[in-house]
């Protein structure tokens, strides 16, 4: 069968370069859709994690000068996926992260870095490489958003172009006099093209002048076209309404899945979940935490950012302390909120305890051990932790905002008497209404037979990404009809 080629932009990918949920879904997306009919290869940038899982690819093409410098396309599989990798040193070989420096510092050469992403992921998509026509191009965020507009203002084949909005809260907004040296023609420096109040806008192109707009769940698509949610782009969505969709992200059930994970002190299933205690154990040992089964074990895995709400749960600490539950939290950034957790962790040793850094296998362990994952989120386009949570037995206890919102039925009286609620929620999002969320699940879980089947319900959940590849594919068929039309 000759599948559709659909040719995926995006700046991390998992497993070779990850900062957030974006690498999940860029690492996922291209296995679930292989079942739908489509083939699709993903173009990352040449940092130096993907330059050597890509040692083996071969050159596809080569350029004296790309963007300041020598540059290579390079063209091969890694990881299981079909990657074209741009090899250009001078952007993206450097210490510290894809975005920032070690001491988080901004690159200062961001808008040329992903501007040569959204470049050669153009060119491609015009059939640069002999062989090669994608149907569709999809771009992911601010970073690879001036994808659609290389494609709008040069001369010669045109894809479909997807964007898909992750967090509208990153939007890459530069200096108009860089329009130029990013390759751009002037006539583009316009209210329907890539300016964006009075800069260039990489997110506001994507969005102006692809074909299709997608984010990441339902709600949160709604939210955007708002103007409290919008964050000064909800003109340009509303206005766009009929081309934005929210396609609910999924996550990868053989790397999250209970029954199997490597990573787990003690595997285990719905029909086993005594088997969790062992997990909970070893979690409260790891942590420095008191090794008491009864406790309500709270966990948090999370980036440390204004977007996570964690600075609410510093303030709601002595809710959950006096509910005589415990906190196990693992994120990395915001150095203010990871002092005020250290802080937290000092006064109540064995109540709270903390593990600053990025530690994926650490993740695994808090979503077997934890009682319930806590994501306080002021907005949230998804979230990824609390679907794990679902398939962990662990109860999300969330914000009632985006993704959170569809993903998780909160325990009301109704959802429990119709014995269908998955976690918590709550709303508005400030401190006094997760302070009441904190309670009512301390409640719910001195109540066994209910949190019981709280975790079944949330376990026998559908987290995948099947249902949301069927979407997708709905989409892209949907975008090629139009175009051959
Ligand atoms: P976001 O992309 O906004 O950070 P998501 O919930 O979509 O939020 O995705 C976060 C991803 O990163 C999840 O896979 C989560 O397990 C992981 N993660 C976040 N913080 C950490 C951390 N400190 N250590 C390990 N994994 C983390
Ligand atoms: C962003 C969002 C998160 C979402 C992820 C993947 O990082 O903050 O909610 O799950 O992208 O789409």
Request: negative net charge; glycine residues 12%.
């Amino acid at each position: 069968m000759t599948r559709i080629e659909i040719l995926s932009v995006a700046s991390e990918v998992y497993p070779l370069i990850k900062t957030g949920g974006l690498a999940d879904v860029a690492g996922a997306l291209p296995g679930a859709l292989k079942g739908q009919g489509f083939a699709v290869r993903t173009l990352v940038p040449g940092y130096p994690a993907v330059v050597r899982a890509m040692r083996r690819a071969e050159t596809a093409l080569s350029f004296d000068d790309f963007f300041g410098g020598p540059a290579r396309l390079l063209a091969g599989r890694a990881a299981g996926l079909d990657l074209f990798v741009l090899d250009a040193p001078h952007l993206f070989v450097r210490p510290g992260g894809p975005y920032a420096d070690a001491g988080g510092r901004e690159w200062g050469d961001n808008a040329v870095r992903f501007a040569a992403l959204g470049r050669i992921g153009a060119s491609l998509g015009q059939g640069l490489l002999e062989g090669y026509a994608p149907a569709v191009v999809h771009a992911h965020d601010w970073q690879a958003g001036l994808t659609a507009a290389y494609l709008t203002y040069d001369r010669g084949r045109r894809p479909g172009a997807v964007m898909t909005v992750h967090n509208l809260a990153f939007q890459g907004q530069f200096d108009p006099r860089l329009l130029h040296a990013l390759g751009l023609p002037a006539a583009a420096f316009t209210h329907d093209g890539v300016e964006y109040y009075g800069d260039i806008g990489f997110l506001k192109a994507g969005l102006r002048l692809s074909d299709r707009i997608t984010t990441v769940s339902p709600t949160y698509a709604a939210e955007i076209c708002t103007a409290d949610g919008g964050m000064g782009l909800d003109g340009l969505l509303r206005g766009r309404a009929d081309r934005l969709s929210g396609i609910l992200n999924g996550i990868d059930v053989k790397v999250w899945n209970p029954a199997s994970d490597p990573l787990i002190a003690a595997p285990f299933d719905a029909g086993d979940l005594d088997a969790r205690a062992a997990n909970k154990a070893e979690l409260q040992a790891a942590f420095g935490l008191d090794p008491d089964p009864d406790a309500l074990l709270f966990a948090v895995i999370s980036r440390l950012s204004w977007q996570k709400g964690l600075d609410l749960l510093l303030a709601a600490l002595p809710v959950l302390l006096a509910e005589g539950a415990q906190l196990a939290l693992l994120g990395a950034g915001d150095p203010d909120l990871q002092s005020g957790f250290a802080a937290a962790a000092a006064a109540h040793p064995g109540r709270i305890a903390c593990a600053f850094g990025y530690d994926e296998p650490l993740a695994h362990r808090i979503q077997a051990g934890a009682d319930a994952l806590l994501v306080p989120s002021r907005f949230e386009p998804c979230g990824l932790t609390q679907m794990c949570a679902l398939r962990y037995g662990a109860v999300p206890v969330v914000a009632r905002v985006g993704g959170l919102n569809d993903t998780v039925v909160d325990a009301s009286p109704m959802a429990l008497a119709a014995g269908g609620a998955t976690g918590v929620q709550f709303g508005p999002v400030v401190a006094p209404m997760l302070e009441n969320a904190i309670r009512r699940t301390a409640d719910l879980y001195r109540a066994p037979r209910t949190w019981r089947t709280m975790q079944t319900n949330g376990m026998a959940c559908d987290v995948s990404w099947r249902q949301s590849a069927k979407l997708y594919a709905e989409l892209y068929r949907g975008l090629i009809a139009e175009r051959a039309g």
